[in-house]
């Protein structure tokens, strides 16, 4: 309030909102007892404040019954506007029922509602909590009136069995077109190095149609890179006409999407990846039930370095034939010396610059000493020792040797 307000003035009072009948009955109560000056005793202030609170309590407590009334009005209210709606809910109807036949209020029309809605579903007699002690309950009583009519017999040990039996299933309304019940592309994870490697004949690569034209990430020409890519599935998204297959991959005549959605699940994929944006998105999650389910199903997100970053995370775990790799989590860290990374019982970390030239990367096992005596499954000789030229490929290199590590066989 500013240093113009006037408390015995109503129209202050009104100016702040308050309804008129409001702003009288606050005005009279300060003209009666208005604020002593301040260098009046404190006893007598707090006497002048104690008489101008009692004056008002009426006009309190006819606020709390107003805003109560308001309160039932508005709820009973939203009911009705729900059954005109065209609402199923039944306890709507017990709602109004309990209004217009028993004369109850809000809270017991409620709890009227749900013990008949109890009783005719054929469950057991579960009243709401007493009220606090001093207030009167007239929920209890409403809902065990509403259980009553509902049929239900709380002193009969078989109630509850003779109704639910009698009970008529209702019928489930099936949607015309049931979707998948699993989340939409757009809600995939980001690619990871969780998931177990995939050959690459069980990979489906989903490429926005913007991104094939314009090439902004640089997804297939990181894709050219891998061995053994040639394997896997791409099909192309656009956001005006949808999935369809890159040459060389039989498509479907165009709109069919049940001979699509064929042609997918016939290539029985374990590993689907999505890099596309938000509008060839929003198409393909409309097309979601075209998609098969897979074991992993991931799309890339947010910045062209982190999708950059993803996507060779999706990469690595592309497994051509001959090749042979751990899967699992790599916990990566930041030592004082350098990066360092584990995957089981193995760690690789950056052992500072080679000489001439170059780094070097070792590994070392669970003893804490170079992994000395390591093979692959093909017998071939793992070195602990690596030298790389670039710094900027220690992650990668690391990754790399950790993962044949953690395959290979100790044959001393």
């Known amino acids: 309030m500013t240093n113009d307000f006037d408390p015995a003035d109503a129209g202050c009072w009104m100016a702040q909102g308050r309804p008129a009948h409001h702003a009288h009955a606050l005005a009279d109560a300060w003209r009666r007892f208005p604020d002593l000056p301040n260098d009046a005793p404190l006893d007598e202030r707090m006497a002048r404040a104690r008489e101008r609170v009692q004056a008002l309590r009426p006009l309190n407590e006819a606020i709390g019954l107003e805003t109560e009334r308001q309160r039932q009005f508005a709820n009973f209210a939203c009911i009705e506007r729900q059954i005109a709606e065209g609402s199923t809910d039944s306890r709507n109807a017990f709602i109004l029922h309990a209004r217009d036949v028993r004369g109850y209020d809000w809270d017991a029309s409620y709890a009227y509602a749900d013990g008949r809605y109890a009783a005719e579903a054929g469950w057991e007699s579960r009243p709401p909590s007493p009220?606090?002690?001093g207030e009167q309950?007239?929920?209890?009583?409403a809902y065990h009136q509403g259980f009553l009519d509902g049929g239900g017999q709380p002193d009969d040990i078989f109630d509850a069995a003779r109704r639910s039996l009698a009970v008529t299933p209702s019928e489930i309304a099936h949607p015309e077109n049931p979707r998948a019940a699993r989340p939409l592309p757009s809600q995939w994870p980001g690619p990871t190095?969780?998931?177990?490697?995939?050959?690459?004949?069980?990979?489906?690569?989903l490429l926005g149609a913007s991104e094939r034209e314009t090439g902004a990430i640089g997804i297939l020409a990181m894709l050219s890179e891998r061995p053994g890519h040639e394997a896997a599935a791409q099909y192309v998204i656009s956001a005006e006409t949808g999935l369809h297959p890159l040459s060389g991959l039989s498509a479907p005549p165009p709109g069919d999407g049940a001979a699509l959605r064929q042609i997918l699940r016939q290539g029985d994929y374990t590993d689907i990846l999505i890099v596309a944006d938000d509008a060839e998105l929003d198409r393909l999650d409309a097309d979601a039930d075209i998609l098969p389910l897979a074991r992993t199903m991931e799309r890339t997100r947010n910045s062209v370095l982190q999708q950059?970053?993803?996507?060779r995370l999706w990469l690595a775990r592309g497994r051509a034939p001959g090749d042979q790799f751990a899967a699992g989590h790599i916990r990566w860290s930041k030592m004082a010396a350098g990066l360092s990374g584990r995957l089981g019982?193995?760690?690789a970390r950056y052992a500072g610059p080679a000489r001439p030239r170059g780094h070097r990367i070792v590994i070392e096992d669970a003893s804490g000493d170079l992994a000395h005596g390591y093979r692959t499954p093909f017998g071939e000789?793992?070195?602990?020792?690596?030298v790389i030229g670039n710094k900027a490929h220690a992650r990668t290199a690391m990754a790399d040797l950790l993962r044949q590590y953690a395959a290979s066989l100790r044959l001393g």
């Open 308 to 311: 950059r970053a993803q996507f």
């Open 381 to 386: 000789k793992l070195h602990p020792e690596i």
């Open 345 to 347: 019982d193995f760690t």
């Open 137 to 141: 309950d007239v929920r209890r009583p």
């Open 193 to 205: 190095d969780t998931p177990a490697p995939v050959s690459w004949h069980r990979r489906l690569l």
């Open 131 to 133: 009220c606090r002690a």
